[in-house]
C-alpha cells in the first residue's frame, strides 16, 4: 500500500506565494507520474500539474506560468510551488500517485487565497 501526505496548504493574500508538498511512503525514483488536483466547493476535481517519470511535466492552462512541479528524490517527494495566487485557485489540493495501473491519493490540504 502506498501512503501520500500532503502540506503546505494554509491561508495566503492575492499575489502571494506557497508551496506543497506531497510525500511517498515508497521510493518515486520510478514512479511513473505524480501529480497535483484540485476541487474547489461545487466543482469537479481538476489538473494542476503532473509530472512523469522522465520528468516531463504537464500543466492547466489556469497555471501555466505561475505554478511548478518538480520532484524531491532525497525526500521521495512532489512539489508544487506556486506564485503569483489568485483567489480562483482556493481549492482543496490533492496529490495523485500512479504506478503501473493503480492510482492512490492523499487526503488533500486547503489552500484559500484572500484579502
Known amino acids: 500500500q502506498v501512503h501520500l501526505v500532503e502540506s503546505g496548504g494554509g491561508l495566503v493574500q492575492p499575489g502571494g506565494s506557497l508551496t506543497l508538498s506531497c510525500a511517498a511512503s515508497?521510493?518515486?525514483?520510478?514512479?511513473?507520474?505524480m501529480g497535483w488536483y484540485r476541487q474547489a466547493p461545487g466543482k469537479e476535481r481538476e489538473l494542476v500539474a503532473s509530472?512523469?517519470?522522465?520528468?516531463?511535466?504537464n500543466y492547466a492552462d489556469s497555471v501555466k506560468g505561475r505554478f511548478t512541479i518538480s520532484k524531491d528524490y532525497r525526500k521521495n517527494a512532489v512539489l508544487l510551488q506556486m506564485n503569483d495566487l489568485k483567489p480562483e485557485d482556493t481549492a482543496v489540493y490533492f496529490c495523485?500517485?500512479?504506478?503501473?495501473?493503480?492510482?492512490?491519493w492523499g487526503q488533500g490540504t486547503q489552500v484559500t487565497v484572500s484579502s
Open positions: 515508497i521510493s518515486i525514483f520510478s514512479i511513473d507520474r
Open positions: 509530472v512523469a517519470s522522465a520528468s516531463s511535466t
Open positions: 495523485k500517485l500512479t504506478r503501473t495501473t493503480t492510482d492512490y
